[in-house]
């Protein structure tokens, strides 16, 4: 009996190629400092305990109203999406924003579809969109962007625009790399959507979490909020990765439809969760200003610690990352060998290839994942590593 094409194309795991490896470190008592996860060891707002009466029975399919009016004033207060949200038609919730975001996914895409990817980007959205049938076209944007400013997006995403696409995806600010469109990139790439009519995703969880300067929404450019799909997460915004609560703002139409996947795939979100996060919207902006500058703080450390290495690495302007290309260290070499050597000195970074093929020698690190001493001595095992690997 044969699978299905589409799970087949699903990828693997970041890290199925070392797994093996880190296992054995782990088995031995190794210490390993777990770099490679996107999560915050900061604890969320103030929560209060669960209460049982929110675990036995199921829940509106739709989610409570009351967390969905909640997070439509979040949104459009914190300009994100559109500027006006309808709660009880435009707002998807979904168990975290990965589902959130197949859900709104599987309502505009069918099967031989193709979406314009830009890259480097989070991996979850190659699957997600490889999981619904369409192809993924990658689009190096951000990082391009980096090293030229006055690149035109727009002229980046024709260069790569085939007969079939349907839709474009772009994470603003971006996971890996922490860039963050510019206002006028921002509508350039409105312009190109509206031009060749495709529906826009806009991953936007990183939104709260800018440092130098601030968050542009795409939903919010002319002609744009009837096509876009602006993502939401609990897990960036409130530490509440754990708690799988997400969202999507889209035009009715598409909520509609992504609610019903959802019925069939998870049927309602977790009462108890939507709780917490509606307790946590409720506790206001302090927790966001203090983590974003936490966040801050620690970015810097971490580049500074990696002053005087021989690698490349942008100075993210929002997020929890940093990507670090190892080109002038690897040559002709996989990164999988220096990485391998990295997990033998206790330090575990994401490989690049999982955001993409532009990014094969580059690899992630997350700045907020542990204590920032225990990040700072990561990149010091890191650097250690990139030392033996060069004597090899």
């Avoid at 927790?287 to 801050?296: C, H, L, N, Q």
């Avoid at 929002?318 to 999988?336: H, P, Q």
Wanted: glycine share 8%; with cysteine.
């Amino acid at each position: 009996m044969k699978l299905s094409r589409s799970s087949l194309e699903v990828r693997p795991g970041v890290f199925a190629e070392l797994q093996a490896q880190i296992d054995a470190v782990a088995a031995r008592g190794g210490d390993l400092i777990p770099l490679q996860i996107g999560d915050t060891c900061r604890s969320p707002p103030a929560i209060s305990p669960v209460n049982a009466r929110d675990l036995h029975p199921y829940g509106a399919t739709a989610g409570l109203a009351e967390l969905r009016a909640a997070l439509a004033s979040h949104m459009m207060s914190h300009a994100i999406g559109p500027e006006k949200i309808d709660p009880g038609a435009e707002i998807a919730l979904g168990v975290g924003a990965t589902h959130a975001l197949f859900c709104g996914a599987k309502a505009i895409l069918d099967a031989g579809d193709d979406v314009l990817l830009a890259s480097p980007y989070w991996p979850l959205a190659h699957g997600i969109i490889t999981a619904c049938g369409a192809r993924v076209v990658e689009v190096p944007l951000t990082s391009r962007l980096y090293a030229d400013p006055s690149l035109d997006p727009y002229a980046i995403f024709e260069a790569a625009l085939t007969p079939g696409t349907k839709a474009i995806y772009v994470i603003n600010p971006n996971n890996p790399d922490g860039k963050v469109l510019t206002r006028a990139q921002v509508a350039r790439i409105a312009d190109f959507a509206i031009t060749h009519d495709l529906w826009v995703i806009s991953d936007e969880v990183y939104a709260h979490l800018t440092f130098d300067g601030p968050h542009v929404t795409l939903a919010r450019c002319p002609n744009m909020a009837e096509r876009t799909l602006t993502a939401f997460s609990f897990s960036k915004s409130h530490a509440l990765a754990g708690a799988r609560v997400g969202a999507i703002a889209a035009p009715a139409a598409v909520v509609a439809a992504a609610r019903r996947v959802g019925v069939h795939s998870a049927f309602n979100v977790p009462v108890s969760m939507q709780r917490a996060a509606l307790e946590a919207l409720a506790a206001g902006d302090t927790w966001i200003a203090e983590a974003r500058a936490d966040y801050r703080a620690a970015r810097d450390a971490v580049l500074a610690e990696l002053e005087g290495a021989p690698v490349r690495v942008d100075r993210a302007e929002a997020g929890t990352y940093v990507m670090i290309d190892f080109s002038g260290v690897l040559g002709d070499r996989k990164l999988s060998e220096l990485l391998s050597l990295a997990i033998d000195r206790g330090v575990l970074v994401a490989p690049g290839e999982a955001f993409g093929a532009a990014s094969a020698k580059s690899a992630r690190l997350c700045f907020t994942s542990v204590p920032l001493p225990r990040v700072l001595e990561g990149v010091r095992r890191l650097r250690a590593a990139v030392d033996d690997f060069k004597k090899l």
